[in-house]
Nanobody, 127 residues
């Protein structure tokens, strides 16, 4: 089992930056592929970014590429999402998720590809 706890959300203005953190416990962190999804009110959960065990990042190019950066610290068992140049449309609850790295590449952007989820952290961007 894996437990995930997100933090770092808040209320910011357009153009500001935030860094989200997701602390993992339980299963060996080094063997987990990690990702961030977000869900705005009335919308489906949307893939934001994912990171392999090796540290390579994958992004939702349409929404966040060039503004968001995903990273991980295996010693701290934590994955981060650095969000720059925030826009009002980035407002959502941001969820961290994890899965085994086995066969991850084929399903990295799918909600049903991740068995472990955090409770989420609210990010609100005002215009």
């Amino acid at each position: 089992q894996v437990q995930l706890v997100e933090s770092g959300g808040g209320l910011v203005q357009a153009g500001d930056s935030l860094r989200l953190s997701c602390a993992a416990s339980g299963r060996a962190f080094r063997g987990l592929a990690m990702c961030w999804f977000r869900q705005a009110p009335g919308k489906e959960r949307e893939f934001v970014a994912a990171i392999a065990t090796s540290g390579g990042g994958l992004y939702n190019a349409d929404s966040v590429k060039g503004r968001f950066t995903i990273s991980r610290d295996n010693a701290k068992k934590t994955v981060y999402l650095q969000m720059n140049s925030l826009k009002p449309e980035d407002t959502a609850v941001y969820h961290c998720a994890a899965r085994s790295s086995l066969n991850w590449r084929g399903i990295y952007d799918r909600v049903d590809g991740y068995p472990y989820w955090g409770q989420g952290t609210q990010v609100t961007v005002s215009s």
